[in-house]
């Protein structure tokens, strides 16, 4: 196969798509809208039918070649990259027939890509190694899902002996600030399931994910001069700093927890004298443990409130998004296309579960279940982060198999 992934992977990265969590707009920052206009151009050229909205989302079509009605099946990635790390300026480095050696960075010398620290790239022997220069995050969260799918669609249009039924493919914005499918148009993608190309290393599936609320609480302490405060000043301050102190410590954070333990993790905390909030995110696989988490907050803030007896708190939960599982389960069909994919390839199963949210998730609870694929992706949102055009090789194999599994549907 001529493969086409590695060419688009290195042209899509050097265009800066970073996302803005403090803007309002859609997209957050106007220039992911430029990787959109890059890939509309690529489909113009492939004479593939799309559709784009001031989002900067597209939805592209190819149409069935096969005389059954078989179902119709999406793949996604994200356009952005996360503002965890600068996406400016992004200068791509292939590093060829890798030996197993540490990798130097071409513009800080004090970097260094280890397979002591990063132990998978011991498996990547004989494989040409892309990162960044040293500067930026390199992008492959989530531009090896885009350069996959684009590959995937340039290969199906240009070798008619693939079997398939419809496909459609759906690049959003905003992904990684948690607005990834904020604009997402279900008729206009016109599918019945589909799969997010936006997982780590070759042959990683996940079919599950945190649920996950946001809280906040809000304080309201007594105010008065502070010359003349002896046994009327309740500081808003010093509560939030006591409900904070009084969170557990051994479990339920982030830096104690893995695998399939939840964890309360405080976020952000502001205020003054008389008022003051702090805002949480509340994450476990099992959604009814949030309501347990925002209790254990409450009883915090009860119990400190006790020695302020004139000081009130009021708490507010938001629901953010849902375990795709509850869903994929009521289809398991969906998941086991891409495991029998997989199989055929040859590819090992990396059967994991992702401790976050995925857009997958909320497309799920929408009504187009859909799991997360490999793509390739490693070290992301950091200077270390890598890919191996090989394993973006087979998520092009892999999606193709995908589409040849569903068209026998």
């Known amino acids: 196969m001529n493969y086409t992934v590695k060419d688009r992977f290195l042209k899509y990265v050097q265009v800066d798509t970073e996302a803005d969590p403090l803007s309002e707009t859609y997209p957050s920052s106007a220039k992911q809208k430029d990787l959109t206009k890059i ?20 939805y592209a079509y190819i149409p069935s070649n096969i005389d059954r009605n078989a179902p119709k099946v999406f793949f996604c990635a994200h356009l952005d990259t996360a503002p965890d790390c600068s996406g400016k300026n992004v200068r791509p480095i292939v590093h060829s027939n890798y030996q197993g050696q540490d990798i130097k960075y071409a513009d800080d010398a004090s970097l260094v890509l280890s397979p002591v620290q990063h132990p998978n790239l011991n498996d990547k022997i004989g494989h040409d190694i892309i990162t960044a220069s040293g500067l930026t995050l390199l992008g492959s969260d989530d531009k090896s899902g885009v350069a996959i799918i684009m590959d995937t669609l340039h290969q199906l249009v240009n070798d008619p002996r693939i079997p398939h039924g419809d496909i459609r493919a759906l690049f959003t914005t905003d992904e990684e600030i948690g607005k990834g499918v904020a604009k997402v148009d279900l008729e206009l993608l016109d599918a019945d399931f589909g799969y997010t190309l936006d997982s780590g290393d070759l ?17 309201t302490g007594v105010s008065a001069h502070p010359g003349y405060a002896k046994d009327k000043m309740e500081n808003a301050i010093k509560i939030a700093g006591e409900i904070v102190a009084s969170l557990p410590k051994l479990t339920l954070t982030p830096e104690t927890t893995e695998k399939k333990e939840g964890f309360i993790h405080p976020t952000r905390i ?16 099992e959604t009814h443990k949030l309501d347990e988490y925002a209790d254990i907050i409450n009883n915090i803030a009860t119990e400190v409130l006790k020695n302020y007896p004139n000081s009130t708190f009021e708490s507010k939960v938001k629901v953010q998004y849902r375990n795709m599982k509850d869903v994929l389960d009521q289809h398991p069909h969906v998941s ?29 609870h929408m009504g187009k279940p859909c799991p997360n694929l490999f793509a390739g992706e490693q070290a992301i949102h950091s200077k270390y982060e890598w890919t191996s055009v090989q394993d973006m090789q087979r998520g092009v194999d892999t999606v193709i198999e995908i589409c040849r599994l569903v068209g026998m549907m």
Do not use: H, V, W
Request: charged fraction near 25%; include cysteine.
């Open 336 to 364: 086991k296309l891409a495991i029998q994919a997989m199989e055929n390839l040859g590819i090992p199963l990396n059967y994991t579960s992702i401790r976050g949210g995925t857009d997958g998730a909320t497309l799920s």
């Open 270 to 285: 502001e205020g003054t004298l008389e008022q003051a909030s702090i805002n949480f995110i509340l994450r476990d696989f």
């Open 39 to 58: 890939i509309c151009q690529e489909l113009d050229d492939l004479k593939i039918e799309y559709k784009t909205n001031d989002a900067g989302y597209i």
């Open 203 to 219: 042959g990683c599936f996940e079919d599950e994910n945190f649920s996950a609320n946001s809280m906040e609480i809000r304080i």
